[in-house]
């Protein structure tokens, strides 16, 4: 039987192999941490361009005065009353919940003009797209690189991906192509890279429409995931977590822009958080949508998800659930806001962001490069145990 030291120990050697701060000699997913990063020399031009200083201390200074006068003012508001859907009573926050109602007449328009909508054939709207904007070229042949020679099969192929319907079944269905010139179109021409160079091509000829900046101007966008049962069971089946129950699957964490163009997916585990994901779509996208605000529900926001968006430009704005219960960090004393003292957590440790800071910005430039995909460091760093 095994003893309960033995248990906290491995539970402690996986957490350190998690992290980096225990490695494995040429292994791809347990190398040390700083492995993954840039060099000095190299991520300094990357943070210069972000217009992060070179010392913490005058990060930390202009953070502070910007905190400082931030909590000042909500503290302010909030002894008015000033802030909408917002009390402060008895020691606790308030707040109203917000609610979508579609009145009667959107619903009225909405089916006027679902009924103006032609309705055509799915291939026949493939074939179009592909015409107005190209994005058949990015499926490159593995090989030579050269475009595809066969619309059809390489449509019909997609077609099959998309429903998942398969090769062999998308052959039956179709006329003209047969399951052998399917077959070898996958395998030449279908990969995750072109897939993603696909997307960015419809993303950006949606972007050019005029009609899109109805919508918005593409510099606001929130992400999601969406789960999805899989028809397989055991080890190729996904994984069961207890918020989807016994069901096997996956989850689509989908980035979306305020333009309602999904410019970036990340197929993964269903009992994976959801945090670790969000600056996957907003630092590697290839878009050319220029993203400076982002939301996410309450899986998406972690305290290492809010410093990375700070550093490396964005806007973070998650939109947490039971906020009157979480605190909020000061760098001054909390002595400094005796109004709203009954919100304030623990003061944030600038001695540890001083001491760290060197690593920080190499952290921050290796993503910026894309030399590493921010999930993989944030997994990392949500293995530490501080």
């Known amino acids: 039987m095994l003893k309960l030291h033995d248990f906290c120990n491995r539970a402690h050697l996986r ?3 998690r992290s980096g701060d225990v490695w494995v000699e040429r292994s791809a997913g347990y190398r040390r941490f700083d492995s993954y990063l840039l060099s000095d020399p190299k991520a300094k031009p990357i943070v210069s361009a972000l217009g ?13 005065r910007e905190l400082d006068w931030r909590l000042k003012k909500f503290a302010q508001r909030l002894k008015r009353d000033a802030l909408e859907g917002v009390r402060f009573r008895d020691g606790r926050l308030q707040i109203s919940p917000i609610r979508t ?15 103006m909508m032609p309705r055509i054939r799915i291939t026949e709207l493939l074939h179009e797209v592909a015409q107005e904007t190209g994005f058949l070229a990015a499926f490159t042949n593995l090989r030579t690189g050269e475009a595809c020679p066969n619309e059809n099969a390489l449509l019909a192929t ?7 319907l398969g090769l062999s ?20 021409y279908i990969r995750d890279d072109s897939y993603r160079a ?99 529900d309450t899986g998406g926001a972690t305290d290492h998800v809010f410093a990375l968006c700070a550093m490396l430009g964005f806007r973070f704005c998650p939109r947490l659930r ?18 709203i003292t009954p919100l304030l957590g623990k003061r944030i440790r600038t001695d540890i962001i001083g001491e760290q800071w060197d690593d920080v910005l190499r952290l921050v430039g290796s993503i910026k490069a894309g030399h590493v995909a921010p999930s993989v460091m944030l997994r990392k760093l949500a293995a530490y145990e501080w």
């Open 322 to 339: 039971d906020f009157p219960d979480r605190r909020l960090a000061p760098i001054a004393p909390v002595t400094a806001y005796p109004s």
């Open 15 to 17: 957490n350190k192999l």
């Open 158 to 164: 997609i077609l099959a991906d998309a429903t998942n």
């Open 52 to 64: 992060l200083p070179p010392t913490a201390s005058e990060w930390l200074e202009q953070r502070g």
């Open 101 to 115: 109602i579609a009145t009667p007449d959107a619903e009225v328009l909405a089916d006027r003009l679902d009924a």
């Open 169 to 188: 079944r998308m052959a039956a269905a179709s006329q003209g192509v047969t399951r052998d010139q399917l077959l070898w179109t996958h395998d030449a």
């Open 198 to 296: 696909a997307l960015a091509v419809l993303i950006n000829a949606h972007h050019r429409l005029p009609f899109s900046r109805v919508w918005g101007d593409g510099a606001t966008s929130s992400s999601d995931g969406q789960f999805f049962r899989g028809a397989k069971r055991g080890a190729s089946g996904g994984d069961i977590n207890a918020r989807y129950g016994v069901d096997h699957g996956f989850s689509f964490y989908t980035h979306v822009s305020d333009q309602r163009a999904p410019y970036h997916v990340n197929v993964i585990s269903a009992a994976t958080h959801e945090a670790p994901y969000v600056l996957d779509g907003l630092t590697s996208h290839g878009t050319d949508l220029k993203i400076a605000e982002h939301y996410t």
